[in-house]
């Protein structure tokens, strides 16, 4: 998805520091699937504005070695220079939004390029 900063706020999470935690115990994996838990410290970017955040972190490792990581932070948009909307003072967008993510890595030999 491409980010349009005119319209919407984008968003980046910087990992500065992590930590093992022990995993929850309701957290659904897939069969023969191992979980570990991970306290994250982050720096979250929004629209130039930058916050120091805690992300807890989920790490699955699948049967075939894929690694999946997931998470959300909470923020305030009012945190970051941005105004809840108010919509003819009918409709309120409430000031804390969810920022949620997952992705997936794989073992591989090939060097991964710097700066990207």
Same mark, same amino acid.
């Given at each position: 998805?491409?980010?349009r900063?005119?319209?919407?706020?984008?968003?980046k999470?910087?990992?500065?520091? *992590?930590?093992?935690? @022990?995993a %929850?115990? $309701?957290?659904a994996?897939?069969?023969?699937?191992r &979980?570990?838990?991970y #306290?994250?410290r982050?720096?979250?970017?929004?629209r130039?504005? *930058?916050?120091?955040? @805690?992300? %807890?972190? $989920?790490r699955?490792?699948?049967p075939?070695?894929v &690694?999946?990581?997931s #998470?959300?932070?909470?923020v305030?948009?009012?945190?970051?220079?941005?105004?809840?909307e @108010?919509?003819g003072g009918?409709?309120n967008?409430?000031?804390?939004?969810?920022?949620?993510?997952q992705f997936?890595?794989?073992?591989?030999?090939?060097?991964c390029?710097?700066?990207r």
């Amino acid at each position: 998805m491409t980010c349009r900063p005119r319209r919407f706020a984008c968003c980046k999470l910087r990992i500065t520091r *992590s930590s093992r935690q @022990s995993a %929850p115990n $309701r957290i659904a994996v897939s069969r023969g699937a191992r &979980l570990k838990a991970y #306290g994250m410290r982050a720096t979250a970017t929004i629209r130039g504005q *930058s916050r120091n955040v @805690s992300v %807890p972190v $989920r790490r699955e490792r699948r049967p075939d070695g894929v &690694l999946s990581f997931s #998470g959300e932070v909470r923020v305030k948009q009012s945190d970051y220079g941005i105004k809840p909307e @108010s919509v003819g003072g009918v409709v309120n967008v409430k000031d804390e939004v969810v920022i949620r993510f997952q992705f997936a890595a794989r073992r591989t030999d090939r060097a991964c390029p710097v700066g990207r």
